[in-house]
């Protein structure tokens, strides 16, 4: 009932920046939080980035001053800007989406993940 379209991964080298887009549609009440996870091999997936209504903000300590997370709420879309990327940046990027659909019920979707490799 919700869809997650996620765009923007790329091979890059260190220093490099990137800006990836992820866009919600279907049957969306309201939206609570949009954030973004990566998954790099061999490791779980972790938080980088997430908003929540009203604007706030929260980054794990290893992209902050690096990355921002920013949405488009008439879009539905929720980006992230990537600068002074590291090779230790290269992961699976993964958007997650919660709110409320129409029909009243809670949802939390998954994007099908973009890839992002930073090297030289």
């Known amino acids: 009932q919700v869809q997650l379209v996620e765009s923007g991964g790329d091979l890059v080298q260190p220093g490099g920046s990137l800006r990836l887009s992820c866009a919600a549609s279907g049957s969306i009440f309201s939206i609570n939080a949009m954030g973004w996870y990566r998954q790099a091999p061999g490791k779980q997936r972790e938080l980088v980035a997430i908003?929540?209504?009203?604007?706030?903000?929260n980054y794990a300590d290893f992209v902050k001053g690096r990355f921002t997370i920013s949405r488009d709420n008439r879009k539905n879309t929720v980006y992230l800007q990537m600068n002074s990327l590291k090779p230790e940046d290269t992961a699976v990027y993964y958007c997650?989406?919660?709110?409320?659909?129409?029909?009243?019920?809670?949802?939390?979707?998954w994007g099908q993940g973009t890839q992002v490799t930073v090297s030289s």
């Open positions: 997650n989406v919660q709110g409320r659909l129409w029909v009243g019920d809670n949802f939390s979707s």
């Open positions: 908003i929540i209504s009203g604007g706030r903000t």
